[in-house]
C-alpha cells in the first residue's frame, strides 16, 4: 500500500475529512486529495504530524500491502497467548479500513472474527485464574464457581444456559439460503447432537450423507444410536464409520473420543495412536493431544509428558514453529506433569 492510500484509509477509518487533516497540517484539502490519489506524495518534513494526527506511528504509515498484513494477524492469533492492546488497536484499525473501503472483502471480515475470538480466549484465560483465586479463598462462592464455569466452557447445569439454541436457529436459516452447504451441515448436525436433538438431527445426517459421502454419515447416526439407549447399534456404526475409510485418520478420532466417553480406555488409546499416524504431514496434533489427556486420567504421567514432547517436536518439524503460544503452552504442560511425578514418587 503506498503512502497516499494509506493515508486514505487512516482517514477513513478515523471518519475525517481531507479539510479536517488539511487543516491540522496547514496544507490546501487539494494537497490532501492529491496524496490519496497518487498524483502526490506529503513532504517528508509532514509525516510526523500525519502520524500524530492518525495516532500511528510513522512505520505504520508505510505499512505492509493488505495480504501481508492479514497473514500477519492470521499467525499472530495463531502464535500469540496475548495481544497487546496497542497491537490489537492497530489491528483493528487497518482491519475496519479494509471493510469501509471493501465491504465484500471476506478475509478482512475474518481476521476481525479471529482477532476478537483470541481476545476472548486471552480474557477469559485471566478470568478463569482469577475465580479459581474466588474459590481458592471461598470454596463455597457461587460467583466465583460460576465465573470458572462461564470462563472455561464448562457446564453450569442449567439448561437454558449450557444448550445452543440461537447458534441452532442461525444455521438453520444459514441452510435454507445455502441448501446443502457442507459447513453448514456438520454445524447444526454437531450442535444438534450436542444438545440431544437426536430426532432433528436425523434429516441433516442424511443430507449430510449426499453431500460429503464420507464416515460422516454413520459417525453420526452411531451418536443418534447411542442418544437412544442403544450402545451395540451405535458402536457397531462407529466401527463402519473406520472399516468403511480405513485410510482416513478422522473416523479413528472421532470412534476414539467415543471410546474414551464409554470408559473403553485402551481401544481409544490405539485409536489416537492410529489416526496420527496414518496422517501425511504436516499432521494435525489433536490425536496427540487426546493422547495426552487420557494418558493423565490413567495416572500414566511420564506417557503424557512424552505426547506433549510429541507435540512440540510435530509443529517444529512439520510447521516449523519454534516458539509462540501453543510451544509455551505444551513446556507449560510438560513441567506441570512432571511435577506431578515428583510428587508422586515422593509420597
Same mark, same amino acid.
Given at each position: 500500500m503506498d503512502i497516499g492510500k494509506r493515508i486514505k484509509a487512516l482517514r477513513i477509518a478515523k471518519e475525517?475529512? &481531507?479539510?479536517?487533516?488539511?487543516?491540522?497540517?496547514?496544507?490546501?484539502?487539494?494537497?490532501?486529495?492529491?496524496?490519496? /490519489?497518487?498524483?502526490?506524495?506529503? !513532504? $517528508?518534513?509532514?509525516l510526523p504530524n500525519i502520524a500524530v494526527f492518525f495516532g500511528v506511528t510513522i512505520d505504520e504509515l508505510f505499512r505492509i500491502p493488505n495480504e501481508a498484513e492479514f497473514e500477519r494477524i492470521e499467525n499472530m492469533c495463531w502464535q500469540e497467548r496475548r495481544i497487546p492492546a496497542e497491537t490489537f488497536g492497530h489491528c483493528l484499525r487497518?482491519?475496519?479500513?479494509v471493510v469501509r473501503e471493501e465491504p465484500r472483502n471476506a478475509r478482512a471480515y475474518y481476521c476481525l472474527a479471529a482477532l476478537y475470538n483470541h481476545r476472548a480466549r486471552a480474557d477469559h484465560e485471566a478470568a478463569g485464574e482469577y475465580a479459581k483465586k474466588v474459590l481458592e479463598l471461598a470454596p463455597d462462592d457461587k460467583g466465583g464457581r460460576c465465573a470458572y464455569l462461564e470462563a472455561k466452557n464448562g457446564v453450569c447445569g442449567d439448561e437454558w444456559w449450557d444448550n445452543h439454541f440461537e447458534v441452532i436457529e442461525y444455521f438453520k436459516e444459514f441452510l435454507r439460503k445455502n441448501p446443502g452447504n457442507y459447513g453448514g451441515l456438520y454445524a447444526l448436525i454437531e450442535n444438534l447432537l450436542d444438545d440431544e436433538r437426536y430426532e432433528e438431527a436425523v434429516p441433516y445426517i442424511e443430507q449430510i450423507r449426499t453431500v460429503a459421502k464420507n464416515y460422516q454419515y454413520e459417525t453420526y447416526m452411531g451418536d443418534v444410536a447411542f442418544g437412544r439407549g442403544n450402545c451395540e447399534k451405535a458402536i457397531e456404526y462407529w466401527n463402519g464409520a473406520v472399516e468403511h475409510f480405513p485410510h482416513n485418520w478422522q473416523p479413528y478420532c472421532n470412534r476414539a473420543d467415543r471410546f474414551k466417553k464409554l470408559g473403553r480406555y485402551e481401544e481409544a488409546l490405539a485409536d489416537y495412536e492410529k489416526c496420527f499416524e496414518i496422517q501425511e504431514p504436516p499432521r494435525l496434533t489433536d490425536g496427540l493431544h487426546s493422547l495426552a &489427556?487420557?494418558?493423565? $486420567?490413567?495416572?500414566?504421567?511420564?506417557?503424557?509428558?512424552? !505426547?506433549? &514432547?510429541?507435540?512440540?517436536?510435530?509443529?517444529?518439524?512439520?510447521?516449523? /514453529?519454534?516458539?509462540?503460544?501453543?510451544?509455551?503452552?505444551?513446556?507449560?504442560?510438560?513441567?506441570?506433569?512432571?511435577?506431578? $511425578?515428583?510428587?508422586?514418587?515422593?509420597?
Amino acid at each position: 500500500m503506498d503512502i497516499g492510500k494509506r493515508i486514505k484509509a487512516l482517514r477513513i477509518a478515523k471518519e475525517a475529512k &481531507q479539510e479536517e487533516l488539511a487543516e491540522y497540517l496547514g496544507v490546501s484539502f487539494q494537497a490532501v486529495s492529491k496524496w490519496e /490519489t497518487g498524483a502526490s506524495v506529503p !513532504d $517528508i518534513g509532514l509525516l510526523p504530524n500525519i502520524a500524530v494526527f492518525f495516532g500511528v506511528t510513522i512505520d505504520e504509515l508505510f505499512r505492509i500491502p493488505n495480504e501481508a498484513e492479514f497473514e500477519r494477524i492470521e499467525n499472530m492469533c495463531w502464535q500469540e497467548r496475548r495481544i497487546p492492546a496497542e497491537t490489537f488497536g492497530h489491528c483493528l484499525r487497518f482491519l475496519e479500513g479494509v471493510v469501509r473501503e471493501e465491504p465484500r472483502n471476506a478475509r478482512a471480515y475474518y481476521c476481525l472474527a479471529a482477532l476478537y475470538n483470541h481476545r476472548a480466549r486471552a480474557d477469559h484465560e485471566a478470568a478463569g485464574e482469577y475465580a479459581k483465586k474466588v474459590l481458592e479463598l471461598a470454596p463455597d462462592d457461587k460467583g466465583g464457581r460460576c465465573a470458572y464455569l462461564e470462563a472455561k466452557n464448562g457446564v453450569c447445569g442449567d439448561e437454558w444456559w449450557d444448550n445452543h439454541f440461537e447458534v441452532i436457529e442461525y444455521f438453520k436459516e444459514f441452510l435454507r439460503k445455502n441448501p446443502g452447504n457442507y459447513g453448514g451441515l456438520y454445524a447444526l448436525i454437531e450442535n444438534l447432537l450436542d444438545d440431544e436433538r437426536y430426532e432433528e438431527a436425523v434429516p441433516y445426517i442424511e443430507q449430510i450423507r449426499t453431500v460429503a459421502k464420507n464416515y460422516q454419515y454413520e459417525t453420526y447416526m452411531g451418536d443418534v444410536a447411542f442418544g437412544r439407549g442403544n450402545c451395540e447399534k451405535a458402536i457397531e456404526y462407529w466401527n463402519g464409520a473406520v472399516e468403511h475409510f480405513p485410510h482416513n485418520w478422522q473416523p479413528y478420532c472421532n470412534r476414539a473420543d467415543r471410546f474414551k466417553k464409554l470408559g473403553r480406555y485402551e481401544e481409544a488409546l490405539a485409536d489416537y495412536e492410529k489416526c496420527f499416524e496414518i496422517q501425511e504431514p504436516p499432521r494435525l496434533t489433536d490425536g496427540l493431544h487426546s493422547l495426552a &489427556q487420557l494418558h493423565e $486420567i490413567l495416572g500414566r504421567l511420564e506417557e503424557a509428558v512424552h !505426547d506433549r &514432547q510429541r507435540i512440540i517436536k510435530c509443529l517444529k518439524e512439520e510447521y516449523h /514453529t519454534f516458539s509462540g503460544a501453543e510451544i509455551e503452552e505444551q513446556k507449560r504442560e510438560v513441567e506441570r506433569l512432571k511435577r506431578l $511425578i515428583s510428587l508422586k514418587r515422593e509420597a
